[in-house]
T-cell receptor
């Protein structure tokens, strides 16, 4: 099966706390791409990161970091020192090589950062 | 990143009427466009994939006669919701891929259209 699971439906943190959003994926392909998108209340989807299956290096971009672990099929996303503007729904997504470039989305995690 | 413009951003229509949503790639040629639907507090569900100049491929359970997709040029795809009913009220989002980018490219998304059928 090709599937993305985001087990955390909603997370609420206080500003400046660190928060990790979990993503577990399933695919039978050895080559695939993983993505994270942010969807603020306005609705548009904001691309955050793309990672291919051959690159397990962790990535840091400002307050954002991603931990890709093929051994556990996970691609977790951490926000350090969270801010109110980080409040949004975050989607993890997968493109397996056999799906004609179709993105398979997880169910999303709603993050609320309280002041 | 590349820009995908979706119009309108919001539309309210009467039950039984048809609504057309446009998705344009502004600075690249999109060989493939995808249409997604998102119910409140739910994930994005792929409705159909359209390739320029050919018929769209619909996902299982999506009525092709109800959701008409046209991808007439490399920069424009349209989704027409025909004979809309209140249960068609949803958030519709398109995404586009460019020529030669293949699976490496992230999907560039439009801003989305919130359709309300009254």
């Amino acid at each position: 099966a090709q599937k993305v699971t985001q087990a955390q439906t909603e997370i609420s943190v206080v500003e400046k706390e660190d928060v990790t959003l979990d993503c577990v994926y399933e695919t039978r392909d050895t080559t695939y791409y993983l993505f994270w998108y942010k969807q603020p209340p306005s609705g548009e989807l904001v691309f955050l990161i793309r990672r291919n299956s051959f690159d397990e290096q962790n990535e840091i971009s400002g307050r954002y970091s991603w931990n890709f672990q093929k051994s556990t099929s996970s691609f977790n996303f951490t926000i350090t020192a969270s801010q109110v503007v980080d409040s949004a729904v975050y989607f993890c997504a997968l493109i397996p090589m056999d799906s004609s470039y179709k993105l398979i989305f997880g169910s999303g995690t709603r993050l609320l950062v309280r002041p | 990143g590349a820009v995908v413009s979706q119009h309108p951003s919001r539309v309210i229509c009467k039950s039984g009427t048809s609504v057309k949503i446009e998705c344009r790639s502004l600075d690249f040629q999109a060989t493939t466009m995808f249409w997604y639907r998102q119910f409140p507090k739910q994930s994005l569900m792929l409705m159909a994939t359209s390739n320029e100049g050919s018929k769209a491929t619909y996902e299982q359970g999506v009525e092709k006669d109800k959701f008409l997709i046209n991808h007439a040029s490399l920069t424009l795809s349209t989704l027409t919701v025909t004979s809309a009913h209140p249960e068609d009220s949803s958030f519709y989002i398109c995404s586009a891929r460019g020529i030669g980018t293949g699976v490496r490219a992230e999907a560039f998304f439009g801003q989305g259209t919130r359709l309300t059928v009254v």
